[in-house]
């Protein structure tokens, strides 16, 4: 590595450890934002840091945000009584992008899976039966992959709330395999809206 671009060199490493960018994308992402150094790699500079020091995970429902309660927890327009089960911030951001959904979410932080030895414990199955006693929830969405795993983590968690709640689960729309996060806005949304009981 040469010394006088070790640094750079070193972005590039960074850059390309992001997910959807490879070595090449890296280096293509890291000179344009060296050409436009005053417009975009001094102030993301200075985002990066900021949100290094002040991003957090919400206590409540789990989501990605600056305070110990995020905004969609602390909104009394959210407060519906629906509460979206997703397995993590990206597939609740998706959920948001899609601006279907006006209730509250609790993100689980993954998926239960035995062959990775990740049983309730390990996910934040625990935190939401405690939230089905302590608020006004009236509907569970289980909004989790159309995957193995996914629906056995439904399933675990529609045990858990058998008679609680009601329970719906997305309907058509959502492929089996599919991950919330890489569906358009349009599919969630059709999901959405025709939940079906579980």
Known sequence: MNNSTRDIDSLIELMAKLPGLGPRSARRAVLHLIRKRALMLTPLAD???????????????????TADICDICTSHKRATGEICVVEDVAD??????????????????????????????????PQLLSRIETEDVQ??????????????????????????????????GVPIGGELDYLDDGTITAAMTARKEI
């Open 139 to 172: 509907e569970v969405i289980l909004a989790v992959g159309a995957t193995i795993d996914g629906q056995t983590t439904a399933h675990y968690i529609a045990d858990q709330l058998e008679g609680r709640v009601k329970l719906t689960s997305l309907a058509q």
């Open 92 to 125: 609740l951001w998706a959920m948001e992008r899609s601006n279907v959904f006006k209730g509250r979410y609790h993100v689980l932080g993954g998926t239960l899976s035995a062959l990775d030895s990740i049983g309730p414990d390990d996910l934040r199955i």
């Open 47 to 65: 985002l990066m840091q900021t949100v290094a020091v002040t991003a957090r995970e919400c206590l409540r429902c789990g989501n990605i945000g």
